[in-house]
């Protein structure tokens, strides 16, 4: 059971990402809260509490003294806050938590998305407590998702780092990969970070190259997706194989091989653009 679809029209729809929450949200910045209750997004680690009855999962509304909150803009017309949450004692006895990074998500996926970018900018406001340039203490910009530095004056913004990842095929078969702390027998696509002076397609065929010792080519950009942990853009690719035996780097992965479309292991989630690319491949495949 899952609060998510098990179909989506495009990439652009996968949870995590901005479309899944339009209709409903307004980004503002954190200097401009205007006071008084509102909707909560209540984190504890990875974590979310939320209210749920009568069938529904909402936000919950109303004030939360002593916690940290941050301005996060309007939810449903409403002002809505982030709330970082240490420990979840002492709380109404009306939430209850649920995971945001559950391989099948009870939470529906305007929360479940709403959660994810919050965990970017805690990510973020971390990260950027201090200047860069000069190491004084840093401040939200008053109406920007940005900081200043309160001493230099130097402005930053939230760094969100691209990563490609990629299907190789060839005729029957793909390539998939595992590294070892994944659930048994689970098996996905190969990805990694880009370089400095790296195309994103680049960055895919060096990744697939370095990983297990494939050559592949033609490289076919599928989609990207929001994710938010911590803080990064998966460029999602499909691209041929072209050459090479499989020589798996055992530091980054346990195990790698080719398997027949019509005898696939366990995939990843479908909330992950990783399984979104392989569906839409293999569906192509087939017809």
Known sequence: MSGLPEYYA?????????????EQFVLQGPGDDPGGPGYGV??????????????????????WPGEPTLYLGRWQGHPCRLVNLSHVGGLPKNLETF??????????????????????????????RFCGYCGQPTSWLASEWGRICDSCCQHMFPAIHPC?????????????????????NRYSLVAG?????????????????????????????IGSQCWPFPSQVMVGFVADYVGGEIQVD???????RWFPVDDLPELPPKRSIARYI??????????
């Not at 995971?99 to 805690?122: E, F, H, N, T, V």
């Not at 490609?164 to 048994?184: D, M, Q, S």
């Not at 055992?250 to 790698?256: C, G, M, N, Q, V």
């Open 193 to 221: 970070f880009q370089e400095f002076g790296e195309s994103l397609e680049e960055t895919a065929i060096r990744e697939i190259a370095e990983e297990t010792g494939i050559k592949a080519g033609n490289v076919r950009y």
């Open 10 to 22: 495009s990439p652009m729809h996968l949870p995590f990402n901005r479309a899944c929450l339009s």
């Open 164 to 184: 490609a990842i990629v299907l190789v095929t060839r005729p029957g078969e793909v390539l998939l990969a595992r590294k070892p702390n994944w659930a048994a």
């Open 42 to 63: 209540l984190l504890c680690g990875s974590k979310m509490l939320v209210v749920k009855g009568q069938g529904r999962i909402v936000l919950p509304y109303g004030e």
């Open 278 to 287: 392989l569906d839409t491949v293999l569906k192509k495949t087939a017809t």
């Open 250 to 256: 055992t530091t980054e992965l346990e195990d790698a």
């Open 99 to 128: 995971g945001l990074l559950d391989a099948k998500p009870q939470l529906p996926i305007d929360l479940l998305s709403l959660g994810g970018m919050c965990r970017m900018i805690l990510h973020w406001q971390e990260r950027s």
